[in-house]
């Protein structure tokens, strides 16, 4: 079955750092994955997938992911963390069309 | 992409009682997705609605509890019938947004936070 997981329930990262939010998949012939962002009182917003191609994925916000086949990783990364990114980050795959999520990280900034 | 309008947006209900939660998407679509998200956890998918069928439900979700309509292929509607504090949760809908095999993604409504008393 298609599954995607996010190891890291927490992490805090100080402003202007790089940060790294981890999301590892289990899936079988080619992964469609994806990053979707939710702030508070909000509603899920998507920020960028990999379908085919370029190993690194660009998205909103200044966000990127990059897809490794070797390490069944899709990791979410930005060099300079903003505040504002604070924020539950989750991952997802397709499965039989319904869209699978990992159990989510909360991404934290301090300024 | 698809655009969803999800309404309400919030509620406050009294056990018991029943809230039908809407989603209107601006373009024809086939599935439609709801989902739950309890405080602090991650989204679970409730069930599947196909237009002109009865809703497909995933394990730990039934019909009774959770009714659904799909009267047409822009509109879905979801029922938390006899509601209990254990309900309180955010509620979303969702749509593929298919545009070739390899450029699809998944939108999202707004959700509606639900919260028993």
């Known amino acids: 079955a298609q599954s995607v997981a996010q190891p890291e329930d927490q992490v805090n990262v100080a402003e202007g750092n790089p940060l790294t939010v981890k999301c590892t998949y289990s899936v079988s012939g080619n992964p469609y994955l994806f990053w979707y962002v939710q702030y508070p009182n909000r509603g899920l917003q998507f920020l960028l997938k990999?379908?085919?191609?370029?190993?690194l994925v660009k998205g909103s916000y200044g966000f990127e992911a990059e897809f490794n086949k070797s390490q069944t990783s899709f990791h979410l990364k930005k060099p300079s963390a903003l505040v504002s990114d604070s924020a539950l980050y989750f991952c997802?795959?397709?499965?039989?069309?319904?869209?699978?999520f990992g159990t989510g990280t909360r991404l934290t900034i301090i300024p | 992409s698809a655009v969803i309008s999800q309404k309400p947006s919030r509620d406050i209900c009294q056990r018991g009682t029943s809230l039908t939660i809407q989603c209107q998407v601006d373009s024809q679509v086939t599935m439609m997705f709801w989902y739950r998200q309890q405080p602090g956890q991650s989204l679970t998918l409730i069930a599947t609605a196909n237009q002109g069928s009865e809703a497909t439900y995933e394990s730990g979700f039934v019909i009774d509890k959770f009714p659904i309509s799909r009267p047409n292929l822009t509109f879905s509607t979801l029922t938390v019938s006899n509601m209990s504090p254990e309900d309180s949760s955010i509620y979303l809908c969702?749509?593929?947004?298919?545009?070739?095999?390899?450029?699809?993604?998944?939108?999202f409504g707004s959700g509606t936070r639900l919260t028993v008393v």
């Open positions: 997802a795959v397709p499965a039989d069309e319904k869209l699978t």
């Open positions: 969702s749509v593929e947004d298919r545009q070739t095999n390899h450029n699809y993604g998944y939108t």
């Open positions: 990999y379908i085919t191609g370029d190993n």
